[in-house]
């Protein structure tokens, strides 16, 4: 079963590249910052604004910070918040899908209608507004940090992921090997999480891959806008903030971290994709 | 209540109606499919029971209903004297060890993800029967009862072939040692050459562990080869109910000599004069049924009070049960 899965995947040519992008990107954002010498906190300032050379790469920032450096510890971060909220965004997607798809009637169209308000809010309103609202609360300990930001983006994207996973309960639930379950003697719970979600698992695995991009994304706009990960910590996405006042003398400092948040999004993008050809049973090659 | 100790099963009044809903968010029900209306009938221990009919009779939907896979709008069914159609949730599930079925299509009937061994073990697991090794050793036994290698238990579904993964459902069916099973269709899904195979499979474990079975079928020779009994269903109600012998020696309802007049004879000189009782028409929708007698419609000796009356279901002696006002 593996076996064919990754074997169709490796026929898909861009899924294939991206991927590899992908593993770039992450072996460098893992290893770089253990190897390299370079502080993405601290710089001498009269090394600033260096254009890129062979001692800095990517040039440096206007703090005479490396900037490959700081797009390596900065991807560590935009990462984690990718992963972190997709996981978050699928557990409650799923949970919610699950539960409409199954048990129907009043839950289902209850679960939905809270699911259409939440698809109808506006979000980019909604995240400066929660964002703003962690800010003025300042916990230390977690204010300005990714953790936050995790949650508010895992807590407003889950709704594509719950249609998802109902419509695939919904249809699973007639198959007969659910009624043969049912006739064993199996539970309720055990049917859903043992017998139906398994097979749902293709297309939840896609939309979750798809997920991770789009919370990056989402996370680069936030911390762009200032709402996000707070300097001196590095993101992406701050870092092209950072880079707003420095475009005319230092056009690098923009340029590569859109560069970094552009190749990881398009190439997950892609992998998703190969994913959701290489796990389509219908899928004809 | 069954009045004698033998009898396993006794359906009385078996009614299961499916509502059609229109809107959306407010539904509202415009009507009903009438797939079961009002079945009364009894199994004994330890026989075959074959429920035959046309497509869309409501042969599966009695089955199914039996079992309580959906609950019954009416009527009650007493299984080991006890009435299912009253039980709560929790208590109708613990009620499973004792009846199971079998399904149609083997390609369905078997989670994919799943191996052999986890389908197989997975009554035991639920009824906590059996878990660990000894699970194992179990599902080895009953794959060996069933025919199959007791190495399969680590492979999926789609590595067998359609008549190997019916003793796959087969072995579940068996798992818990039950005293009844829902033969739904169990053959009519396989090609003709492993039908034997299965219909053999079916009545040596009859043999072996006194099993009683419900056998649902549309193909007449199979159902006279395995049954004790047979009952006729037309538009979700039994219209002939005998034993086997006098069902296809003498049929009393003309729709039952319709349908055993369709049946081919394997010999070329009877099979010359076979006179086939052809019916003019289709089957009447369920959800809105004729008036009277069902098969009304298409019966070449209706009379008048077969458009007015529903003939009762009846005994004409020696168990022979008819609903017909001609008979």
Known sequence: MLALMWRRFTKHKPAMLSLLILAIIVIGCVLAPLVVGYDPYNAPVELRRQPPSLAHLFGTDELGRDLLMRIWVGGRVSLVIGVAAMVISISIGTLVGALAGFY???????????????????????????????????????????????????????MGAARLV????????????????????????RIMWRHILPNAASPIIVAATLRVGNAIMT??????????????????????????????LAPWVAIFPGLFIFAAVVAINYVGDGLRDALDPQHVE | MPDSQDKLLEVNNLTKYFPITQGIIFQRKVADVKAVDGLSFFIRKGE??????????????????????????????????????????EELRKMRRNMQMIFQDPYASLNP?????????????????????????????????????????????????????????????????????????????LDVSIQAQIINLLEELQQKFNLTYLF????????????????????????ELTDRTSLYKSPLH??????????????????????RIILVGDVPSPVNPPSGCRFHTRCPLAIDICKKMDPE??????????????V
Not at chain 2, 254 to 275: F, H, Q
Not at chain 2, 313 to 326: E, I, K, M, P, T
Request: net charge positive; aromatic share 8%; with cysteine.
């Open chain 2, 254 to 275: 003309p729709y039952t000599k319709a349908l055993l007049s369709a049946v081919p004879i394997p010999d070329p000189v009877v099979e010359e004069k076979r006179e």
């Open chain 1, 104 to 158: 129907g009637g009043w839950l289902d169209n209850g679960l939905m209608r809270f699911n259409d308000f939440m698809l109808a809010l506006p979000h980019l309103f909604i995240l400066l507004l929660a964002a703003q609202l962690l800010r003025t609360l300042n916990v230390p300990e977690i204010s300005g940090g990714p953790l936050p930001i995790i949650v508010i983006i895992g807590a407003l994207s889950w």
């Open chain 2, 48 to 89: 075959t029971l074959g429920l035959v009919g046309e497509s869309g009779c409501g042969k599966s939907t009695t089955g199914r209903t039996i079992l309580q896979l959906y609950r019954p709008t009416a009527g009650e069914v007493f299984f080991q004297g006890k009435n299912l159609a009253k039980m709560q949730s």
């Open chain 2, 313 to 326: 279901f009846r005994d004409v002696g020696n168990l022979h049960f008819v609903a017909c006002h001609v």
């Open chain 2, 113 to 189: 993800r799943m191996t052999v061994g986890d389908i197989i073990g997975e009554p035991l697991e639920v009824h906590h029967i059996a878990k660990g090794k000894e699970k194992k050793e179990r599902v080895q036994e009953l794959l060996q009862i069933v025919g199959l290698n007791p190495y399969f238990v680590n492979r999926y579904p789609h590595e067998f072939s359609g008549g190997q993964r019916q003793r796959i459902g087969v072995a579940r069916a068996l798992a818990v040692n039950p005293a009844f099973i829902v033969c739904d269709e169990p053959i009519s899904a």
């Open chain 1, 219 to 248: 996370e680069s706009t936030l911390s762009f806008l200032g709402f996000g990960i707070q300097p001196p910590m590095p993101t992406w996405g701050n870092m092209l903030k950072n880079a707003q006042s420095q475009m005319t």
């Open chain 1, 166 to 189: 109902r419509g695939q309960f919904l249809s699973l639930k007639a198959k007969e090997f659910v009624e043969a379950a049912r006739v064993a003697g199996a539970q309720n719970h």
């Open chain 2, 216 to 239: 649902i079928a549309h193909d007449l020779s199979v159902v006279r080869h395995i049954s004790d009994r047979v009952a006729v269903m037309y538009l979700g109600k039994i219209v």
